[in-house]
């Protein structure tokens, strides 16, 4: 075995929490490794309705602190990361008569405004349907709605760039690399490691573990640490469904059910829908989550009670499914249980400290980030001070609602360049899309085409810049080409990426 350096922080977990926490520690001068078992964001942070909120129907639920801590994040997110998190329209028709009166939407709506420190975000206004191209494809039973603001975000993208930004700073970032077991000895950690690609195993040392592995977080504290008896997350499964476009306005919108649960209609990747999300309890391995019946049924039958066009089982062209570790707080139905986090320091007075991280969603994460910093601070030690408000992602230094000037002038640098190509790139890339696209003059440069707009160019900068090695971690989550190439195009870029792996090897 190797022997390593005794790192004062070490991560299990390659989410959006795990890998914000690793990015802002290391960034006030902690030295840092993660571990994540699989690929960036293979789990529940893919797994998403992909939203930068406040949370809405949380107000509901009495959730004061979250919503506003949640809407204070929004424009501060926009502004590090341009590329991969923009502002969105959503759409909240109203029936009277319906499952909630028009003053409480609009008492949520005039908190939602207020008490998040909105600046460039519009406010809340009110639609006549009769009148707007909102209520074009949807039914004639609403005459109202309401539109307010929230944001979108590429889930995936947004984990693996805090991953590249925290290696560039300096962290030991090791995908692929399952923690076979965390022990406390002689006052720190030892943890042995193994490469899930070649099989081989590590030994590390560590001041602090953080166990940031959401669903799993349970099953690491008693299969990987050796706690007994743990019970600290309640699993909700959460499906989505994505559909040919079934509207052409650039707004979403929110959809109250019968039921009181709620979904989202999104306009998604351009020609298409992504409707969403289903909660249920999950038990089980969260590995294994998949739609079911019930719950493609549920979606399908919810969206058409608001389109004129109903959705059905044949619109459908990608489905995925998530399971959101929630922390435990005894709700009674699994859409009630709080979506706020909860951090806990373990460890007697002398022993290694863990921190164990339960809950939290997308849009806390960085604030959740600066909360583990404090915990981490008490238990060995502080080390600078907060500094990721006013930071940029990687690709995302540019003027909060500079995308379009960045398009044109990526435009303007490679003229061959299609234009959705153009507008593609920088909305995944940023201003690191003319580092990735380098010396091209022409389209031949960028080597060969796997399909849509895919080229080895953007391909190979996936696996040398953002440890992409199989052809789902580029077309699902690095990219969502997937819904785009064809089975046989995705086998060859298979075939491509194995033979760079070989040679790497």
Not at 125 to 150: I, Q
Not at 187 to 209: C, K, Y
Not at 342 to 355: H, I, K, Y
Not at 466 to 474: C, I, K, S
């Amino acid at each position: 075995m190797l022997e390593q350096a005794i790192f004062d922080v070490f991560v299990i977990g390659g989410g959006i929490n795990g890998c914000g926490i690793a990015r802002d520690a290391v960034g006030r001068g902690y030295s840092v490794a993660l571990a994540e078992m699989k690929d960036f964001a293979s789990g529940t942070s893919s797994g998403s309705t992909k939203l930068i909120h406040g949370g809405l129907r949380y107000l509901e639920y009495y959730e004061f602190r979250l919503v506003r801590e949640a809407l204070m994040e929004r424009e501060v997110l926009w502004a590090m990361a341009p590329h991969v998190i923009w502002p969105m329209r959503f759409v909240l028709p109203f029936q009277k008569g319906g499952l909630r009166p028009a003053w409480l939407i609009r008492l949520g709506l005039f908190l939602y405004d207020h008490i998040g420190g909105r600046k460039l975000l519009p406010a809340t206004r009110t639609l006549d349907m009769t009148r707007d191209p909102a209520g074009a494809p949807l039914k004639r039973l609403f005459t109202k709605a309401f539109e307010y603001s929230d944001g979108w975000v590429n889930d995936a993208r947004l984990v693996v760039l805090n991953a590249r930004d925290a290696a560039d700073r300096g962290a030991q970032v090791m995908p692929r690399t399952r923690v076979v077991s965390a022990r406390r000895k002689d006052g720190h950690w030892t943890i042995e490691t193994e490469n899930m690609v070649t099989g081989g195993r590590q030994s590390f040392r560590a001041r602090m573990l953080v166990n940031a592995t959401g669903p799993w977080v349970d099953r690491v504290l008693a299969d990987t640490i050796g706690k007994k008896d743990v019970h600290n997350v309640r699993l909700v499964q959460g499906s989505h469904i994505v559909v040919r476009k079934k509207f052409d306005d650039p707004r979403a919108y929110f959809f109250q059910n019968p039921d009181g649960r709620i979904i989202f209609a999104i306009p998604y990747e351009n020609d298409f829908t992504l409707i969403g999300t289903t909660d249920h309890d999950f038990i089980g391995d969260p590995a294994g989550a998949r739609i079911n019946d019930a719950e493609i049924d549920y979606l399908c039958k919810a969206a058409s009670e608001y389109f004129t066009d109903p959705v059905t089982r044949d619109d459908i062209v990608w489905t995925y499914s998530a399971v959101r570790p929630l922390f435990d707080d005894g709700a009674s139905k699994a859409q009630e249980a709080t979506r706020d986090y909860v951090l806990r320091l373990d460890g007697e007075t002398g022993q290694a400290p863990l921190l164990n991280v339960f809950g939290g969603k997308l849009t806390t994460y960085r604030r959740l980030g600066e909360s583990a910093l404090e915990k981490i601070g008490e238990a060995i030690g502080v080390k600078g001070s907060k500094w990721t408000a006013g930071s940029s992602l990687p690709g995302g230094d540019f003027p909060a609602t500079g995308y379009d000037a960045e398009v044109a002038s990526l435009k303007a640098r490679y003229p061959f360049l299609a234009g959705s190509h153009a507008r593609r790139l920088v909305r995944l890339y940023g201003t690191r899309a003319a580092r990735l696209l380098g010396k091209a003059a022409s389209e031949a440069d960028l080597g060969r085409r796997f399909g849509a707009d895919l080229y080895e160019a953007e391909v190979n900068w996936l696996i040398e810049q953002e440890w992409a090695r199989r052809a789902e971690d580029v077309l699902w989550r690095r990219t969502k080409l997937g819904l785009k190439l064809s089975p046989a195009e995705a086998a060859e870029l298979e075939e491509y990426m194995q033979g760079a792996a070989n040679a790497a090897a």
